[in-house]
């Protein structure tokens, strides 16, 4: 069991930094790194058409880091000069796509009666809502982002998220840790 938990949030993580990806590429939004796993040694890496993809040993996460995400710059292909819908939409892209596939398998663990896919719906839709938080670091926090660039404009905001992302990155990882946990620990109870 622990093993299927792990190999649904593994997919479920993947399929989220895809929708990005994917988001991200129809908005002509260069992709630096699209990243399973965080941290170094990197065990896996290639690099297609100015993207590199690569795979860490800490899989319980990924990433993908965009042309000036949180820069100021002057490029048509930098994340922070394409529109409002169109950063919204890579944005939200990762959380839609959880949260579909969340209702999806929950509808059908309840037709058939499947373990399986009432797990992988759980940890879909656990990880499409508590990434909508606004908290910096997870793809809710964007909206405010692009509230507060409209406000006071883009070399102040995107210099204050970047100090301030640094530090929640930790406590993120941290909450993603116990999140597994959690799972893990729900598991072991109903077993008992």
Not at 117 to 127: A, D, E, P, Q
Request: net charge positive; proline share 3%.
């Amino acid at each position: 069991m622990i093993f299927l938990i792990s190999i649904s949030i593994l997919i479920a993580i993947i399929l989220h930094e895809f929708a990005h990806l994917y988001a991200a590429k129809l908005c002509n939004c260069k992709v630096i790194i699209f990243s399973i796993g965080f941290f170094k040694p990197v065990i896996f890496k290639i690099k297609i058409k100015g993207t590199t993809y690569q795979l860490t040993p800490w899989i319980f996460g990924g990433y993908n880091e965009l042309k000036g995400e949180l820069d100021y710059n002057r490029s048509k292909y930098s994340f922070t000069n394409k529109t409002y819908r169109q950063k919204l939409f890579i944005s939200l892209a990762g959380v839609t796509v959880n949260i579909l596939l969340g209702i999806i398998f929950l509808f059908l663990s309840k037709l058939h009666y499947n373990e399986i896919f009432y797990i992988f719906g759980f940890i879909n839709l656990v990880l499409g809502i508590t990434n909508l938080i606004p908290i910096p670091c997870f793809d809710g926090s964007y909206p405010l982002l692009f509230l507060l660039e409209y406000k006071i404009g883009k070399k102040k905001c995107y210099s204050f998220m970047r100090k301030i992302n640094s530090v929640f990155f930790i406590i993120i990882n941290i909450f993603n840790i116990f999140c597994i946990l959690y799972l893990i620990g729900l598991w072991i109870w109903k077993i008992l």
